[in-house]
């Protein structure tokens, strides 16, 4: 992972762009976490500070930096030196292996579920430094992989002359935790006309390195690439509706792989929804939709604003008649995956949260759409307005009836 | 993808051109390497000159000046255009572009500009106005002491905000809570003056409001005073001048490095932005090169040589004159005058292309800083650009 930290000139256009610099004066900001202190860190001394842990990972200030510095990927390597000279809280080691923990909880989910609620254990997670007083996400049982091997349910209504193939890689957060909206994401594609397969798969390995472990999250990557790679090279599209998941495939698989595997892999996965326009603008397939009336704010996930392409699945909703559609890609939500359950967070996230909903109820929208599984469970802590994946929107406006939605 | 116009940089220059173009049906794309040095500027807008009279001060201008090329009703109307669609997003801009005003910068002197944000609009005092100012406990990036040094009648109160920096302070005041306990604190100070300088943390997305609800409830008169960067009036200018092109559907192609184009004998056809995974590409029918001067990286220069950094257009510069001596610091250097050279329709000379037009910062002889009109110049040359691009589509 190298940055060229000699790029930056000092001009603080990263450090406007930082969520956690604005809500947090423990976090002197990308500008000094990033390019400034590397420079001491190179001498080898022990110079990585606490509040080096303090960076959520966004990536605002790589998208805000003119002169190429990536700031986020000189502070990740602090924060996995971090560890490794203080070694892991249980936190850490916990959400480093989130995709066990998710494993598990899907398997016992009546169990999970009620103990996950229970006070004891609550007072348990608060005991290890981890926040009691916002709900764990709930595991579902009937996950994505458990039935993935299962034909489709869908008809093609408008087949394309030449199908295209593509292999869906779901993540931690839609394969145990959100499986209807995952069930959902394949109907649409089948509804185009596009063949679909669940491949074996685990955590993306975001969540191990966001924690410090990069054996860990290069591990996963491996046993991903493995799988992914065959289809690949088969001519099968990778297909990711997660956007911190994807991101990490084409950007971090590269780097922390190093092989040419990594490569071919970031070169053939695609957002669902800008692989949805591409064939579009290909007169592949056609989107016709049936009205939806309703005032949307649309949540962008940093994670896709780093993409710095248009947003893709705004461009489509925009489409359907009678939605308006709200954009607000000015704030972080503050939740960043694992960092939002942590206690020593809590301000932070919770500053950060509040100003996200602020923007995103301002226009009174009856719903909020984000594609993230994360910034969705942020945000539906501070408002009571419903808060979905995007997906729900154009299956209602493709009047594809999921009979798994809500079960 | 393809549009009718990719304009290449989110600066001033870049991102009023697309808005013009936006407006009048033309698909816009703006592709651009990260956020602009107008993020971290003053958020003032300087026209020309020192004196008085912007319109006077152009006329001394030298004839390579981009000014002229723009013509002086044209700039005019250009700036109007700027006033009208920030009063419209609610960050009004006060001044008559055919003046200039000084306000107070943070060493305690005074600098000419000619139209600031509604939050300094009261910064224009006559010598001998006296003000009160209001500080924060720690804040990097603002020294009231320089300020009372030049003023020493100037009394201070500071407010302990629990946070030091300018963009946590702003943060914290488009907080209402935070602002209800900050404006009970104004009212608890002695002050003795009815005016009340204050840094320029008064929020960043309610400005307005938060501004209109401390002259009201305390009944004075407040004016920002710009910072060191991180500088918020420069990152509401920016923020704002986005949000408006969203607004009127330009499409944002951003952390775009531009590593390679296509051309068709004297078309530029489309631009390869390059990524981690799959390069994105641009089309369109024409392109504007607003990617600034060499602080912003559309120019680049070693010692023996200076380039165009998208599409290698030789850069103008004042041949022959020893560029890296002593005089290095001192305004009208001759650096200042390099940049591309264009015709009347704002295309490049030097290059191949007719489908090429630039705006901004990149001009030759614009000297931005000799005869402060930097942002002036960009506005002016960024909507006259677009006007040009615009007939060339059509």
């Not at chain 1, 900001?29 to 080096?52: M, N, S």
């Not at chain 1, 494993?103 to 007072?123: A, D, Q, Y």
């Not at chain 1, 759409?369 to 009571?384: E, P, V």
């Amino acid at each position: 992972m190298r940055s060229s930290f000699e790029n930056c000139i000092r001009c603080t256009i990263c450090v406007e762009e930082c969520p956690a610099f604005k809500a947090n004066p423990e976090y002197p900001g990308p500008k000094q976490a990033g390019p400034d202190a590397e420079r001491f860190r190179l001498d080898g001394v022990e110079t990585v500070d606490k509040w080096i842990t303090l960076c959520t990972q966004c990536k605002r200030c790589d998208y805000a930096c003119p002169y190429g510095v990536d700031p986020s990927k000189l502070i990740l390597k602090a924060q996995i030196r971090y560890v490794t000279e203080n070694g892991r809280t249980l936190p850490q080691v916990l959400f480093a292996n989130f995709h066990y923990v998710a494993v598990l909880g899907s398997m016992f989910s009546v169990i999970t579920n009620v103990i996950t609620s229970s006070v004891l254990i609550k007072r348990l997670l608060r005991s290890i430094g981890l926040r009691s007083d916002i709900p764990f996400p709930r595991f579902r049982f009937r996950t994505l992989q458990r039935f993935r091997n299962q034909s489709a349910v869908h008809k093609p209504v408008a087949a394309a002359a030449k199908p295209r193939k593509v292999a869906f890689f779901h993540g931690c957060y839609l394969n145990s935790n959100a499986p209807d909206e995952g069930r959902m994401i394949l109907a649409v594609l089948e509804h185009f006309g596009i063949r679909v397969v669940v491949p074996k798969q685990i955590c993306c390995g975001l969540p191990a390195l966001g924690n410090g472990d990069l054996a860990k999250a290069r591990g996963f990557a491996t046993e991903n690439s493995k799988e992914l790679a065959k289809y690949v090279d088969e001519g099968w599209d990778i297909i990711y509706s997660c956007t911190s998941c994807g991101r990490t495939l084409i950007y971090d698989y590269p780097e922390i792989l190093g092989t040419d595997e990594g490569n071919r892999i970031s070169e053939n996965t695609w957002n669902l929804y800008e692989y949805l326009l591409l064939l579009r603008d290909e007169r592949r397939i056609e989107f016709e939709f049936k009205p939806v009336k309703r005032v949307i704010s649309y949540h962008i996930p940093c994670h896709l604003r780093g993409r710095g392409v248009p947003y893709p699945a705004g461009d489509i909703i925009r489409q359907i008649p009678g939605i308006e559609l709200h954009i607000q890609d000015e704030n972080c939500c503050g939740f960043s995956g694992s960092y939002g359950f942590k206690e020593k967070n809590k301000h932070t996230t919770d500053t950060l949260g509040r100003i996200a909903v602020e923007s995103l109820t301002k226009a009174n929208p009856q719903a909020i759409i984000s594609d993230c599984g994360s910034c969705r469970m942020q945000i539906s802590n501070f408002t009571d307005t419903a808060v979905v994946d995007p997906i729900q929107v154009l299956c209602e406006a493709l009047g594809i009836r999921t009979s798994v939605a809500g079960g | 993808m393809k549009f009718d116009v990719a304009v290449i940089g989110s600066g001033m220059s870049g991102l009023m051109a697309s808005i013009y173009l936006a407006e009048r049906g033309v698909s816009t794309a703006v592709v651009s390497r990260g956020n602009p040095i107008c993020s971290i500027s003053s958020g003032c807008i300087d026209i020309a000159g020192s004196g008085p009279d912007t319109l006077k001060a152009i006329d001394s201008f030298p004839g390579e000046h981009p000014y002229h090329k723009v013509g002086k009703e044209a700039l005019l109307e250009s700036i109007e255009y700027f006033q009208e669609l920030m009063s419209k997003h609610g960050l009004e801009y006060d001044g008559d572009s055919r003046k200039n005003r000084s306000i107070l910068t943070p060493i305690g002197k005074r600098r000419v500009t000619s139209l600031v944000p509604f939050t300094m609009k009261a910064a224009e005092t006559a010598d001998g106005d006296a003000f009160h100012i209001i500080s924060f406990k720690d804040i990097k990036d603002f020294f009231p002491s320089y300020l009372t040094g030049r003023f020493p009648d100037a009394q201070v109160s500071v407010f302990d905000a629990g946070t030091h920096t300018t963009v946590g302070i702003a943060t914290k005041m488009d907080n209402d809570d935070f602002l209800v306990s900050f404006v009970n604190w104004i009212r608890e100070q002695e002050i003795a003056r009815d005016k009340i300088a204050i840094p320029a943390i008064l929020g960043i997305t309610k400005t307005r409001e938060i501004h209109d609800r401390l002259e009201r409830d305390t009944g004075r008169t407040f004016f920002e005073i710009p910072t060191l960067p991180p500088s918020i009036p420069g990152l509401r200018l920016y923020r704002s001048l986005r949000k408006i092109a969203e607004g009127k559907g330009v499409s944002f192609f951003s952390s775009a490095e531009i590593s390679d184009f296509g051309k068709e004998r004297k078309k530029i056809l489309g631009l390869t932005i390059k990524k981690p995974g799959r390069p994105d590409y641009v089309d369109a029918e024409a392109f504007i090169l607003a990617t600034g001067s060499f602080v912003s990286g559309g120019l680049f220069s070693d010692r023996n040589k200076f380039s165009e950094t998208v599409f290698d257009i030789p850069v103008h510069s004042p041949a022959g004159e020893e560029l890296f001596n002593e005089d290095f610091f001192k305004l009208g250097h001759p650096i200042e005058k390099s940049g591309i050279r264009v015709n009347d329709r704002f295309i490049p000379e030097d290059s191949e292309f007719e489908n090429l037009f630039a705006a901004g910062s990149i001009l030759a002889h614009s000297e931005t800083m000799k005869y402060g009109c930097g942002h002036g110049m960009a506005i002016s040359t960024g909507v006259a650009a677009a006007k040009h691009a615009e007939e060339y589509i059509r």
